[in-house]
């Protein structure tokens, strides 16, 4: 089974609005991270923003805020006022327990319109 | 500072060419990773370094030979490359703490073209 699954290839937002990226998990670890990552075009990987297993409140960093359901396994990021500079691809990412290694999800392409 | 370095940028190489890539941090990281990532694809996870050993290697062929000189560099030797092997190479680095709050950061990269 896939540890991170992404079903969104690609998504559309209007600018200033919204938008919801959804990431589902899979780990029987109770400890784990999950993260998300930008990729503009230019290639460079940009961490956004940190959740962690045990953490009873939903991380927020600035316009991008991570919407945690353990029970349902996932972990969505939501960017507030969309601005053209997010239009990227962006991945879901988890490290399970003290292994290091991270399993990425296959992104989704953001295209923010004006 | 969570900056990330990678030389060069770009690079173009024969089949028969030896040549390197190189990545640099001084966040006093002490696990430091490769990946490839084709277009459009997720990065792929070749080769993890903790506290300057060879931790994972994720089957990747011969022609790839990672080094780690010291804690802040890391090194990826190519040799008699494919042109499948045209990629972007990201270099990141993480604490290296057994906890799952130890967050990567990644370089900018180094676009390879195999011709």
């Known amino acids: 089974a896939q540890k991170i699954t992404q079903t969104q290839p690609g998504m559309f937002v209007q600018e200033k609005e919204a938008v919801t990226l959804d990431c589902t998990y899979d780990?029987?670890?109770?400890?784990?991270?999950l993260f998300w990552y930008k990729q503009p075009s230019s290639g460079e990987m940009i961490f956004l923003i940190y959740?962690?297993?045990?953490?009873?409140q939903n991380a927020t960093e600035g316009r991008y805020s991570l919407n945690f359901q353990k029970a349902r396994k996932s972990a969505n990021l939501v960017i507030s006022a969309s601005q053209l500079g997010d239009s990227a691809m962006y991945f879901c990412?988890?490290?399970?327990?003290?292994?290091?290694?991270?399993?990425f999800g296959s992104g989704t392409k953001l295209n923010v319109k004006p | 500072d969570t900056e990330v370095t990678q030389t060069p940028k770009h690079l173009v190489m024969g089949m028969t060419n030896k040549k390197s890539l190189k990545c640099e941090q001084h966040?006093?990281?002490?696990?430091m990773y490769w990946y490839k990532q084709k277009a459009k694809k997720p990065p792929e996870l070749m080769f993890v370094?903790?506290?300057?050993?060879?931790?994972i290697n994720e089957s990747v062929p011969s022609r790839f030979s990672p080094e780690c000189p010291n804690s802040s560099l890391l090194n990826l030797h190519l040799h008699a490359l494919q042109p499948e092997d045209s990629a972007l190479y990201l270099c990141?680095?993480?604490?290296?703490?057994?906890?799952?709050?130890?967050?990567?950061?990644f370089g900018p990269g180094t676009r390879l073209t195999v011709l």
């Open positions: 990141a680095s993480s604490q290296g703490g057994r906890i799952n709050t130890d967050t990567q950061y």
């Open positions: 780990t029987s670890d109770p400890s784990y991270g």
């Open positions: 966040m006093g990281h002490r696990a």
């Open positions: 990412a988890m490290r399970e327990g003290n292994f290091n290694k991270f399993y």
């Open positions: 959740q962690g297993s045990y953490d009873q």
């Open positions: 370094y903790s506290y300057e050993k060879l931790s």
